[in-house]
Every structure is written in C-alpha cells, then in structure tokens.
C-alpha cells in the first residue's frame, strides 16, 4: 500500500508516451477492441437497452470530468491489485451490453413496467454515485489510496453507508440487468458483486491505518453498502 502514484506509461522502441496521452491511447485502444466485440457478438440494443447504454455513457462522461478533481495520492495498493479490479469491471461492462453465444436467453419475459422499473432504478443509482462523488471531493481514487491531506468523509450518503459510490454500482449493474433480463445481464452483476466484495475488506483495512479510532468509531454506526441491512 506504500507505492507512489505512477504516470501511465507507454513504450514503442525509444519512443515513449506518459501522462494524459498515454491514457487517450490506452482508452481508444479499449474502445477498439470493445467495439470489435460488440460486431462480433451482434448485441441487439432494442430500445430500453438503447437507453440504458445512454445513461451508462453520462455515467462515464460525469465521472471522467469529476475524477480531475482528486488530491494527489501520496501512497496506493499494488498495480497488480488494481489491475485485476478494472479488469472485472471492463468485463462486467462488456457482458451487460454484448450477447455472448451462450447466455443469450431470458430469465424473464418481457415486460414493460419491469423495463421502466429497471431505467428508473438506474437513473436513482446514478444520482446516488453523483451526490456521493460530490461530497468526497478530492478524497475520491480510483485505486485504494492515500490522499495528499485525506479526510474521513462522514456527510450526505456517507451519514449512513461507508461506500455509498460502490452501492450505486451495483445498483446500476443491478437495473440494467432488469432491463435487458438475459442471463450475460446477469453474469456481469454476478462479476462486479465480486470486484467490490473483494475490493471493500481491502479498503476498509486501508482506512483503518489511516484513520485509526476514528475509522473504528465511524464504522460502528454505518452500513457497508446498505442502511440497516449490509
């Protein structure tokens, strides 16, 4: 959990590219080989999943302006560990949208109130991850980090769950497996369920260091992810 925040780096021969450039290529080259898969499996986006994808898209545009605002990181967990997280993630994605030869088939039949129960759903979460992200500010990393002047956040969803942005995750992965209700839908909730449950007890020991009685006194009165339930 010590190593210092690292610039991405990329390499060709002696020529090499680091910072914002690096990560422009690096998200175009993702793009590219989603966009492959998404041809390749022919994911048929019929209206709800059109919309869900939308709001999954403002999710991401939100999020990439907001991370500019985030303290320096003076300490943060292994690459390695951080890889294998965003790895799910990206898979995750990719299952909820991509109807892989295989796990094509309905759990539930199509039904009209069940999609705008599960758009509705999605947008709440949504608002839930805006109004969290506002209130841990600079605070907010990627990578389970320590923050240049790391503050214990305690307010808005934070009163009552200690990681209220996580909850919103899975509650979008949650709505839109409502939507689209095949089983991949299903499969990449199943898989981001599993990112965050091994990410959360890694970070909680994180904060634990950091924040030390504090932490444990903050712990006590809040839920993991759910008021009163988890």
Not at 13 to 20: A, E, L
Not at 40 to 48: K, Q
Not at 109 to 138: D, E, I, K, T
Not at 192 to 210: N, S
Request: overall charge positive; some cysteine; aromatic content about 12%.
């Amino acid at each position: 959990m010590n190593a210092p925040a690292r610039r991405p780096i990329i390499q060709f021969g002696k020529k090499r590219i680091t910072g914002v450039w690096a990560v422009l290529m690096l998200s175009a080259v993702l793009a590219l080989i989603v966009g492959a898969l998404a041809v390749y499996a022919r994911p048929a986006l019929n209206w709800p999943m059109s919309v869900c994808v939308v709001i999954w898209l403002g999710f991401f545009m939100y999020w990439g302006k907001a991370s500019k605002n985030s303290a320096p990181i003076i300490a943060q967990e292994p690459p390695k560990s951080r890889s294998y997280h965003e790895l799910m993630l990206n898979a995750a994605l990719i299952l909820l949208v991509c109807p892989i030869p295989g796990l094509r088939r309905l759990l539930v039949p199509y039904s009209l109130p069940l999609v705008l129960a599960g758009l509705v759903l999605q947008v709440v979460f949504f608002a839930l991850a805006v109004w969290a992200r506002r209130h841990l500010g600079r605070n907010w990393s990627a990578p389970i980090a320590t923050k240049l002047d790391h503050q214990l956040i305690r307010s808005g969803p934070y009163r009552l769950i200690r990681h209220p942005i996580y909850t919103a995750m899975l509650g979008m992965f949650a709505a839109s497996a409502l939507v689209s209700g095949t089983v991949h839908a299903v499969v990449a909730f199943a898989l981001v369920a599993f990112a965050y449950w091994r990410k959360i007890p890694a970070e909680e020991r994180h904060l634990q260091t950091v924040f030390g009685d504090q932490w444990q006194s903050y712990q006590r009165r809040s839920a993991t992810l759910v008021p009163w339930l988890l």
